[in-house]
């Protein structure tokens, strides 16, 4: 079985009406690690709302190293469910997202900004609270000053 064989199995067993086998390809598919992360993006824009979750899930579990790919498929995807999808799996990287959630308040693609203060807000640090009261009132985006009012 070649790696994209692997890849699309994983990518069907997270629809598999048994949890056990759904939260195995889950874990499965975060072990691939970040390389995986573009073509699990795909799946998410072609699955089922219920595989959604699980897909999200894989991607947050690679951690951190998948913060890149993640922000850049939020840049990329057309798709709100997608970005939707995305910016939880960014929430769920917990604290060490926060320097690089940040980081990204200010970037010029103002879904990545939105997916950005929504994960902050998610995450619930104290330490992003200045910075989310910036971007609440002065971003020329009112989803942007929106997001991070929540």
């Known amino acids: 079985m070649t790696g994209r064989d692997a890849l699309s199995a994983l990518k069907k ?24 992360v573009p073509e699990i993006v795909r799946a998410l824009g072609e699955a089922p709302q219920t595989m959604r979750w699980y897909l999200s899930r894989a991607i947050a579990r690679m951690g ?18 997608v970005r939707r999808y995305l910016t939880a799996s960014l929430a769920a990287l917990g604290e060490a997202g926060i320097p690089h959630l ?33 971007i609440g009132t002065s971003d020329k985006e009112s989803i942007v000053r929106e997001a991070a009012a929540k």
Do not use: H, K
């Open 64 to 81: 951190l190293p998948a913060f890149e790919p993640v922000i850049e498929a939020i840049r990329s995807s057309d798709d709100p469910e």
């Open 13 to 36: 067993a997270v629809g598999e009406p048994d949890l056990s086998a759904r939260r195995s390809a889950e874990a499965a598919l975060a072990a691939l690690g970040p390389d995986a």
């Open 102 to 134: 940040i980081g990204l308040l200010v970037d010029d693609d103002v879904a990545v900004r939105g997916a950005a203060a929504l994960a902050l807000c998610r995450i619930g640090d104290s330490r992003a609270v200045d910075a989310l009261t910036r």
